[in-house]
């Protein structure tokens, strides 16, 4: 037992240093001694001390004469050290019920045997107070421990707490300046926007009058047109109307669009009607007049009010001012002349109403266009703003969030370090406390432990020392019997019971009596293991960055802390990646693909192939266009000459495609015009192998009202008939019979109006799902004149483009090349055949050429 103890002793010495420094002192002081060393040790005048000490000797006065006298005198008698003497009663007589040795024997192995029993309780009250301190002591550390991780944890949450709410006091006034300037900065952008389109309103007011006032020129005065040569820099000069309601109309346009609009198509008509009939001179009185009309208009007031230097009236008024200081007559008055006077500034040309009017529809359709982008840059800004908005509002709230969040957990964390510090702080001052009790109470044990065995000891050796004493010769065995072996303990922690036994290994002979085999005491007293408990995982916060890489974090909260070498809590915190992609990164491309076939049979196709977008651009990163070299190549193929394949000048069509033509036969092209286009058509079709072509025929014009206008582009709630309002006429549906409809186009009448090609190529689309499934989709559109609005004209063609190939034909020096060029898919050259004059039309390279980039078999 004696060495459980000193172990348990050593354990405690964990602690710490200055506690093992403490606690080996205490193990010289505290050791408990064996049997033999204390036998070994003690002298016979010593353990008779010892005896005489013992109340139990007193109890009997025979003993004590036996003991005090007689026992004590024979010591002396042998020679052994002086011994102090007790002080007692001498008996008068010899003591009777002692006289026999057995008698003190039996008494002594009595005292021997109380002194057993008193060393068994001894060694269970010490051992169970050992073990239930010492398991105290453990909790007691642990605790502390505890306590200080929870400290440190705690700690270290405030720390991060404090970085957080450190790092939104930065961030949150930098993302609202952000928000502030974006809003200000998107304020004036939308007022801007608002202004010009409330502008270009004001001009749609004016062209809408000037066409309400030309109607349907039944009843509108002449209006010729006026080229000023000199008035501004450019081509034309100035262009204005000799008309006295329209020209001050035309004056009131604000925006520099729609005065460039009305520049831009009357300079054309000008154009055109001065290819008909020679300009003429316009008088003196007419320039005057005009400039009248014109008011304060700036670019031709500039010029206009230059005099001119050859006038009659001008040489007379500079005679007039040296009159005074001469004696002559005065001038006498310009007679006026018969016929008008010549004037080579301006020019006048002849105004046709109905040609006045187209170009004002194309002036209105183009200020709409205008509006309409307008309006759509203003959508897009609210849009863009309104996203970027509510992305800074969202960084905003997420930033409060983070700082209401952290505030709340530095609150919470300072709050449990500082609980945890006053509970480590106090258990460790409890501890200290019942480290001195402990350390005293088993000084106590051991010190007991060692008086009652050389209590017994003593008795032993003064049991021997009466036989000696009297000469006689008795065998003598006491008792002895194994240490405890304890049972297993009927709780594994928070107390239990447990059963010690051991065994007798000497049987007693006239000694002292074996003392019980079995005893109960309590075992494992240390408190149970408390594993830790987590909550539920809470949301996760708003990422660190929007973009280059950011974190985010999630909590759960500890329900239960770890207590007595439980478990330990699993992780509370997460933390993950995000946002990872770059915030600039150019995109990423895919290999090229393989070349695809050959477009035309001769005079030279293209192959072609391509890179795909694998992964779009982010930021400021950049991608190139579809159409960019980097993911768009063409190779030349098939360069020799088409005319080994000719028949009679001309290539017949052998592919099996599905081929719709798109005829304009607007005002512009003119009488000739017209002629030559179908010419073109009819040749065309003559040539189509009708075994695998089938060909669809559409001529198209344009409205000559504003109100049809509107029907015709779906802005109006009425709809329109095509062939009445929008000029627009199905000749043909997908069909094969190729001569007949070529024979139909020699007599097809010229609608002679606008050009409405937007919707043209808007009914193209349509009639594609009569196509065949297994056939190539090709649109030929073949036009002369700028469509009425631009804008969509480019979104019908992109639209288009999706379901066919397009092929552009611009014919004459009016055709919207530039706009064309725009349009068309890669490689251009195969999809736009130039005819810069319309009579070429009637060449067969032409038709040639159309039917080459438009089939890739052609028949031999």
């Not at 550390?141 to 200080?148: E, G, I, L, Q, T």
């Not at 840059?377 to 800074?392: A, H, P, Q, T, W």
Request: with cysteine.
């Amino acid at each position: 037992m004696a060495r459980r103890v000193l172990l348990s002793i050593a354990g405690a010495a964990l602690l710490g240093q200055t506690d093992a420094a403490m606690m080996r002192v205490e193990e010289v002081s505290m050791a408990v001694m064996s049997k033999k060393d204390i036998m070994a040790r003690m002298t016979n005048e010593e353990a008779l001390h010892k005896v005489m000490q013992l109340p139990k000797i007193h109890e009997s006065s025979d003993m004590v004469e036996l003991l005090g006298t007689d026992l004590t005198n024979h010591l002396k008698s042998n020679g052994t050290a002086h011994m102090h003497r007790h002080h007692h009663k001498k008996a008068k007589d010899a003591p009777k019920g002692y006289a026999a040795l057995s008698g003190a024997r039996d008494m002594l192995n009595a005292m021997m045997s109380d002194a057993q029993a008193k060393l068994d309780v001894e060694l269970a009250t010490c051992g169970n107070y050992n073990d239930e301190t010492l398991g105290e002591l453990e909790r007691m550390r642990m605790d502390v421990a505890s306590y200080n991780a929870m400290a440190a944890d705690a700690r270290a949450l405030v720390l991060k707490s404090q970085g957080s709410i450190a790092f939104t006091q930065r961030k949150l006034p930098e993302v609202e300046l952000e928000l502030e300037e974006h809003n200000k900065k998107c304020e004036d952008e939308q007022a801007a926007l608002a202004e010009q389109i409330q502008i270009v309103k004001d001009d749609l007011n004016v062209t809408a009058g000037i066409l309400d006032i030309i109607g349907d020129c039944s009843s509108t005065a002449q209006a010729n047109l006026i080229q000023c040569g000199h008035c501004v820099k450019g081509k034309r000069g100035y262009m204005m109307i000799q008309n006295d309601v329209l020209q001050p109309l035309i004056n009131r346009l604000k925006s520099s669009a729609a005065k460039a609009y009305v520049q831009n198509h009357l300079g054309q008509l000008f154009d055109q009607m001065s290819d008909e009939q020679e300009p003429q001179q316009l008088t003196q009185e007419a320039v005057r007049h005009q400039t009248r009309l014109m008011g304060r208009t700036t670019a031709f007031r500039k010029q206009m009010d230059a005099p001119d230097t050859s006038d009659p009236e001008f040489i007379a008024s500079l005679g007039n001012e040296s009159a005074d200081n001469l004696n002559i007559s005065e001038v006498p008055d310009v007679t006026a002349p018969i016929e008008c006077a010549p004037n080579n500034k301006c020019v006048l040309g002849e105004g046709s109403c109905v040609k006045i009017r187209d170009r004002f529809l194309y002036v209105q359709a183009g200020i709409q266009d205008m509006l309409e982008k307008l309006q759509g840059d203003l959508k897009d800004s609210i849009d863009s703003c309104g996203k970027v908005r509510v992305e800074k509002k969202s960084h905003i709230a997420d930033l409060n969030d983070q700082q209401r969040n952290a505030q709340t957990q530095l609150a919470t964390s300072t709050k449990d370090q500082v609980s945890s510090e006053s509970s480590s702080n106090t258990i460790a001052e409890e501890h200290s406390t019942l480290k001195a009790e402990y350390a005293k109470k088993m000084k106590e044990c051991c010190d007991e432990q060692n008086d009652l065995k050389s209590e017994m000891c003593a008795l032993e050796k003064i049991r021997g020392e009466l036989y000696k004493m009297k000469g006689e010769s008795v065998f003598i065995t006491d008792c002895e019997v194994s240490d405890f072996k304890a049972g297993e303990c009927s709780a594994t922690c928070g107390g239990g019971f447990l059963t010690k036994t051991r065994s007798i290994l000497v049987h007693p002979v006239n000694g002292m009596a074996c003392p019980p085999l079995t005893e109960k005491e309590s075992c494992n007293m240390q408190a149970c293991p408390i594993d830790c408990v987590v909550g539920e995982w809470e949301g996760w916060s708003g990422c660190s960055a929007q973009c280059g890489g950011g974190v985010r974090e999630r909590m759960r909260p500890v329900v239960t802390q770890m207590q007595y070498d439980g478990k330990p809590c699993e992780d509370t915190e997460e933390t993950e990646g995000c946002n990872s992609h770059s915030c600039n990164a150019d995109c990423i491309l895919s290999d090229w693909s393989d070349w695809g076939a050959c477009t035309q049979a001769c005079w030279g196709g293209t192959k072609r192939r391509e890179k795909s977008i694998v992964t779009p651009a982010a930021g400021t990163g950049t991608c190139p266009d579809a159409t960019d070299e980097a993911r768009l190549q063409f190779v030349n193929c098939n360069t020799h000459s088409c005319s080994s394949l000719y028949k009679n000048h001309y290539l017949t069509c052998n592919s099996k495609i599905d081929l719709t033509i798109l005829m304009d036969g607007s005002g512009s092209l003119g009488w000739w015009g017209w002629y030559y286009s179908r010419k073109f058509v009819s040749n065309l079709i003559e040539h189509l192998d009708p075994s695998n072509v089938e060909v669809a025929l559409q001529v198209f014009s344009g409205p000559t009202t504003w109100g049809e206008y509107e029907r015709c582009i779906g802005v109006s709630a009425d709809a329109p008939d095509m062939e009445k309002d929008c000029k627009i006429t199905w000749t043909s549906r997908f069909t094969n019979k190729t001569d007949a409809l070529a024979d139909k186009v020699k007599k097809l009448a010229w609608p002679a109006s606008t050009t409405l090609t937007s919707v043209a190529l808007a009914e193209a689309q349509s009639q594609l799902v009569n196509g065949r499934e297994d056939a190539n989709s090709v649109v030929l559109v073949i036009t002369d004149g700028m469509p009425l609005s631009q804008e969509r004209t480019k979104t019908a063609a992109q639209k288009l483009m999706e379901q066919a190939r397009v092929i552009w034909v611009p014919v004459g020096g009016s055709a919207p090349l530039s706009m064309i060029e725009e349009l068309a898919s890669l490689p251009k050259k195969e999809n736009i055949i130039d005819i810069n004059y319309t009579y070429k039309m009637g060449w067969a390279y032409f038709v040639n050429k159309v039917i080459a980039q438009s089939c890739p078999t052609l028949s031999r």
